[in-house]
C-alpha cells in the first residue's frame, strides 16, 4: 500500500515551547490530511481535516490557533501544537488519501510528552 | 450519542475461539465503513473493507447491515497473533472523513 511518512516519531518538550509535527506521502499525492490524536486507552479523535491548498476544518473543540495545520503541497502537511502543555502529551497520527485511492493510509504516529 | 460505538472490550479468547465483534453507527449517510486492527503503540492497519453484501478475508468475515446500521466482524480459529485493538470505522462520505469506534481489545490466550 502507499506510504506516508510521520516524524518525528516521538519528541518530549518543555511546557509553553512549540512542536511541528510532519506527514510526508512518499508514493502518492495526498490530497487531503487528515490529524488524530489519541490518549491512553481512548480512541482515535478526529482533530481536523486538511486540503492541499486550503485552510483546514477544525472538528468541535480542538483550537485552531492551538494546533496549526499547514497542507501547503500535495506531499507534506505539518501540524503544529503551539505552546504545549501538559495536557497535550497525546500519540498525534495522520491519514493521507488521493483521489485514486480507496483508502486512507496512516503515519507511524508522534508519541508528544510535554513536561 | 458516539457517532460510532463498539462492544466494549477486552475479549479474552482460547485459541481456536470464534469471536465476534459488533459496530453500530449514528450518521445514516455514512457511505463506506471498516476494519482497522491497531496494535499497542502503533498506527492502525487496514483490516479489510466491509460490504453490503458481506465479505470474507480467510479467518475474517465483515457484515454490513445498513437498515440496522450495524457492523460485524467475525474471527474464526483465534490465533495468538490476533491480539489486537479492533476498530470500527465509518466514512462520513466525500474524502474519507473517518470516524473511528473506540475499540475493542482482544486478548487471544494460548
Known amino acids: 500500500g502507499a506510504v506516508v511518512s510521520q516524524h518525528p516519531s516521538w519528541v518530549i518538550c518543555k511546557s509553553g515551547t512549540s512542536v511541528k509535527i510532519e506527514c510526508r506521502s512518499l508514493d502518492f499525492q495526498a490530497t487531503t490530511m487528515f490529524w488524530y490524536r489519541q490518549f491512553p486507552k481512548q480512541s482515535l479523535m478526529l482533530m481536523a481535516t486538511?486540503?492541499?491548498?486550503?485552510?483546514?476544518?477544525?472538528e468541535q473543540g480542538v483550537e485552531k490557533d492551538k494546533f496549526l495545520i499547514n497542507h501547503a503541497s500535495l506531499t507534506l502537511s505539518t501540524l503544529t501544537v503551539t505552546s504545549a502543555h501538559p495536557e497535550d502529551s497525546s500519540f498525534y497520527i495522520c491519514?493521507?488519501?488521493?483521489?485514486?485511492?480507496?483508502?486512507?493510509?496512516f503515519g507511524q504516529g508522534t508519541r508528544l510528552t510535554v513536561v | 450519542r458516539k457517532e460510532v460505538e463498539q462492544d466494549p472490550g477486552p475479549f479474552n479468547v482460547p485459541e481456536g475461539a470464534t469471536v465476534a465483534f459488533n459496530c453500530t453507527y449514528s450518521?445514516?449517510?455514512?457511505?463506506?465503513f471498516f476494519w482497522y486492527r491497531q496494535d499497542c503503540r502503533k498506527e492502525p492497519k487496514l483490516l479489510m473493507s466491509?460490504?453490503?453484501s458481506g465479505n470474507e478475508d480467510g479467518r475474517f468475515t465483515a457484515q454490513l447491515n445498513r437498515a440496522s446500521q450495524y457492523i460485524s466482524l467475525l474471527i474464526r480459529d483465534s490465533k495468538l497473533s490476533d491480539s489486537a485493538t479492533y476498530l470500527c470505522?465509518?466514512?462520513?462520505?466525500?474524502?474519507?472523513?473517518?470516524?473511528f469506534g473506540a475499540g475493542t481489545r482482544l486478548f487471544v490466550k494460548a
Open positions: 470505522v465509518v466514512n462520513r462520505g466525500g474524502g474519507f472523513k473517518t470516524i
Open positions: 466491509v460490504y453490503s
Open positions: 486538511s486540503n492541499e491548498g486550503s485552510k483546514a476544518t477544525y
Open positions: 491519514s493521507g488519501t488521493g483521489i485514486m485511492n480507496t483508502e486512507a493510509f
Open positions: 450518521n445514516s449517510a455514512s457511505q463506506s
